[in-house]
């Protein structure tokens, strides 16, 4: 009893996407505990469909398919599925009204193609799709074997996976072992350095304890594998704890826990207000803290000072500054954060000025290298320097200085009274 | 005569990791002219390994491995390929004493482990790995069958598949054809109405244009096959400038160029400047202009005012009409553009008001109920109404807002005399 993932499109063969897909689903069976052991990627050709699913059912009892549901002639998966188990296909009315919904409330034109999406083999239940046009489906055209299939857009496939998928499968039988994970999260310390100080955790059975690096933020998964949720995180939380412990600031939270969602609660709890003013950053600060919801509860806004003029205009910097020391250095960081706060009249403010490349950078200030302001209510103002490097590029600089922005004011909300 | 991806390791079907190889390769295999079909991917199992070897050699005249070349015993790619074609595996000197000095020279201790990988079968050619300790091989068991063994590290994998592997396959006579693509780009037409208007284009043989569906934004893909990149770029603009044609505006640019790179070029051609005024967006379409490096020649900054308060103090927003009417309506897009545009001086600007969700919204202003105002030189505001549906995620309703306002603003541009 396995479970297949079947990914089709010839963008995939073609090198021009990344195959997402595969890896979400795959780690929903490792999670839900059915077994996985193949993965077969194959183009909008339905001979050679034919011959992944003669293959695949013949070792596997659940196929899991994405892609090729949508309106366009290259869009052949439904069909080429019941074609080879010689069933015709008939019109889900239902599905047709919702897709003509659809488009009417988005006040776009419905076209023939889009009526090929309510077809469906005869007996097969329809999966929804609430985010997009075209449903998948849940069919079991012979004892044993159950064909899911599903688009290729991953925010549609992963809610319909949730959304139906899963329920499916768990009242099915499946799930039965689960293996839950928590992902410890820190920021400011670097990937060999923890793993030197938690490495006695690494040889645990169960749960075990494996390092993830990513950009800028180191990840520790904690797995285990019990039959309920409730008694794998019985398992991980005294593990969790003790990691937290040893790690002390560096960790800054779990699983969807982010610096902005972090810092957000920090802000919330003590009922304090918090503006940038962005120049390098150009706006992904701001965009950062929203991405939130409920971040009004805190955020007031800011200012994106792209341009010097601005910083003068809106945040009271000195030409004269700007003049002799340049819009990347300390004391402007520091104006800036000082006349945001002021502007906004919000208890903290934030400033990031620098050098985001590839352009701009000379010896005496490189590519890379960025001030971040952060102003207390009482308007004292920590700066903080950061050097990237030079081999970093504009986008992972403009990232790590929003980051790292927020990892400080997460820091000293950490340290401070409320 | 096609080559077929296998790429074997259990992290893959744990979906640990995201399967980059298979991409590349494909990439590359697309690049050079070879026919490809079929991806796999198959754990640390033999039996396994030689069910999906019997499927690929059968319909696979080339078949690429990643994966399991490493010392630890999970590592049993080389010898499961030797078992399946009965031949034994020998030792080569040369990589032993290879491997032994790259251990000497990072001081790390070899393991009698590491002898493995110095094992080929009978007839193998190494494969060499100037990065990495593990080679791969270059065999042919059989005539008209090709195996190439690489290690899963990307780097490793591609720098091998660069320096060995292309110029070997270039010398077997593959690549003598090559496919090149454009990626055309649209925005502002739905991915079904596109394809009627462009429906003939579908059926031509070289080059092919082929439909993509991304989030908000169309996509069509012209590939040509020639003997080289310049003849099959000179097949392409034909059928690129037809399309471009039909599509008219719709069509925004090709490739790497985005809504913000075109916008940017626009501007900088006219030497004109924009400023924003983001509430919703939060600051991102401030992030999404300054991705574009140099986008200092023309974007000033701007205010994010998430606040109603700032939208008053920073932009001129009346408090009065705040009240009455709602930060999200008409009347309070058009301060917000004309504020920022007079506080900045800018010749143009954009400004995003809306209800992001998931809360806030309400049956008269629904959650996706978005206003975008664009102030042009002479004052004049246009104002434009989307609603992206209640069902839409947060994320997606701020990336299509700020896609959105790019895009009235280069369509504008495009309408308006320099």
Not at 124 to 143: C, D, E, F, H, R
Not at 392 to 402: L, V
Request: aromatic letters at 6%; hydrophobic letters at 40%; one cysteine or more.
């Amino acid at each position: 009893m396995s479970a297949e993932i079947i990914c089709v499109g010839t963008e995939l063969l073609l090198g021009d996407i990344l195959n997402s897909n595969a890896q979400y689903l795959a780690k929903e069976l490792a999670r839900l505990g059915i077994p996985h052991y193949y993965q077969s990627v194959v183009g909008d050709n339905p001979g050679r469909i034919h011959q992944v699913l003669e293959m695949a059912i013949a070792r596997s009892s659940i196929l899991i398919f994405t892609g090729g549901l949508g309106p366009t002639p290259d869009d052949l998966t439904t069909e080429t599925i019941a074609e080879f188990f010689h069933t015709p296909l008939i019109e889900h009315p239902e599905v047709l009204q919702d897709i003509t919904e659809k488009f009417a409330m988005r006040r776009r034109e419905m076209t023939p193609n889009n009526r090929k999406q309510a077809l469906l083999p005869q007996g097969a239940a329809v999966l929804p799709n609430p985010s997009g046009t075209a449903p998948g489906m849940i069919w079991q055209p012979k004892p044993d074997l159950t064909l899911l299939t599903f688009p290729g857009v991953p925010s549609e496939m992963r809610r319909m996976w949730q959304e139906t998928a899963v329920p499916f499968l768990q009242a099915q039988g499946w799930g039965k072992q689960i293996i839950h994970s928590r992902l410890l999260r820190f920021w400011g310390i670097g990937e060999s350095t923890l793993a030197t100080k938690v490495a006695d955790f690494f040889d645990s059975p169960n749960p075990t304890v494996a390092p993830y690096a990513s950009a800028g933020e180191v990840r520790l998964r904690v797995s285990a594998k019990a039959p309920s949720e409730g008694e794998a995180i019985r398992l991980i939380e005294p593990i969790a704890a003790q990691i937290q412990a040893i790690a002390g600031a560096d960790y800054f939270g779990h699983d969807e826990q982010t610096l902005a969602t972090v810092v957000g609660e920090l802000l919330r709890d003590r009922q304090q207000t918090l503006s940038v003013a962005e120049s390098c950053t150009g706006g992904g600060l701001g965009e950062m803290l929203t991405q939130v919801a409920g971040s009004s509860d805190y955020f007031q806004g800011g200012v994106i000072s792209y341009a010097n003029t601005v910083k003068t205009q809106l945040l009271g910097v000195s030409p004269e500054l700007l003049n002799q020391l340049g819009a990347v250095s300390e004391p402007v960081a520091k104006q800036m954060a000082l006349g945001v706060q002021k502007q906004l009249g919000s208890d903290w403010s934030l400033s990031i000025t620098g050098i985001a490349g590839p352009g701009g950078g000379s010896d005496h200030k490189p590519v890379g290298l960025v001030y971040i302001g952060l102003a207390a209510p009482n308007q004292t103002v920590d700066i903080f320097e950061y050097r990237f490097g030079q081999e970093r590029d504009r986008a992972t600089i403009r990232y790590m200085s929003a980051c790292n922005a927020l990892d400080r004011l997460r820091r000293k909300l950490l340290d401070s009274p409320s």
